[in-house]
């Protein structure tokens, strides 16, 4: 008697930009660079597989991340897979601030909660993969796409994770100079101070709710006067070397802006269609600092994680 199949799925997630400029742990935009998770039901035992970025630093045991928020999925459903199989391939950098953690975790909700029969609602798989990430800049606009605002807020039932999803400037470009070496997240929030001027927050406030305005009517002139941030970039350039000069050199090349990509170290410019040398001139700048790095011109993804 040939046996069944084993039920599996493969689910497409983009890979995010998180900030943009003052939005700190607010803001969030998917780009089209993708991680791809699939995950299989099998008759025992756990396996990982993992190609691509990072292939040589990702655990293929029970404390891979990605299985423990699979894992999670399930519990949450009810349910006790007897096996399970994990492949990881990956475009996304690892540790570089293009979400490549949270494009894993929520491929891994994803893939589960479908072999789960959609068991789960797109929130209860924001809350979950919040949880674990610890901030939903990143996961929100991941799962749905686009630019997402999200905030974690106190309701009668407890903390609850909120976000709307608002379209990406029509013809925006994005171009990222990811530099050689990696940059963990906890190193670059060990960076920050524990408490702000008040002048530096109202600063943030106001240029953030800007960028969201500018972001919702197209307005390139508004968004290429509003992407200034005083939260968090001026106490991590320590920590990239060229930092603002890899900035002004894209602005001089035509960028609308240039800020940190979520903690870094990539660096990312805006642009409309019209590129130019902005690639180029954030390489140079770069070089001049003795730090090697690979640009990508990337776009703004409308679309979440998938499932294909």
Known sequence: MTEAPSPSVRVKVPGTTANLGPGFDTLGMALDIYNIVELSETSQGVTVEVEGEGASSIPRNESNIVLKVVRQVYQQAGKNPTGLHLKLINEIPVARGLGSSAA????????????????????????????????????????????????????????????????????????????????????????????????????????????IMAIIHNDWDLLSKVMEDRLHQPYRMSLIPGMADVFEAARKAGALAAVLSGAGPTLIAFSRENTGGIAQAMEDAFAAHGVKCITKELKPCPMGAKVI
């Open 104 to 211: 894993a975790l929520v491929g891994g909700a994803v893939a589960a909660n479908e072999l789960c029969g959609n068991f789960l609602s797109d929130q209860e798989i924001l809350e979950i993969v919040t949880e674990f990430e610890g901030h939903p800049d990143n996961v929100a606009p991941a799962l749905f796409g686009g630019v997402v605002v999200s905030a974690q807020v106190n309701t009668s039932k407890g903390k609850e994770v909120v976000s709307r999803k608002i379209p990406p400037p029509y013809g925006m470009r994005a171009i990222v100079a990811i530099p050689e070496f990696h940059l963990a997240t906890k190193k670059a929030r060990g960076a920050l101070p524990k408490e702000v001027p008040h002048r530096d927050a109202v600063f943030n406030v106001s240029r953030t709710s800007m960028v």
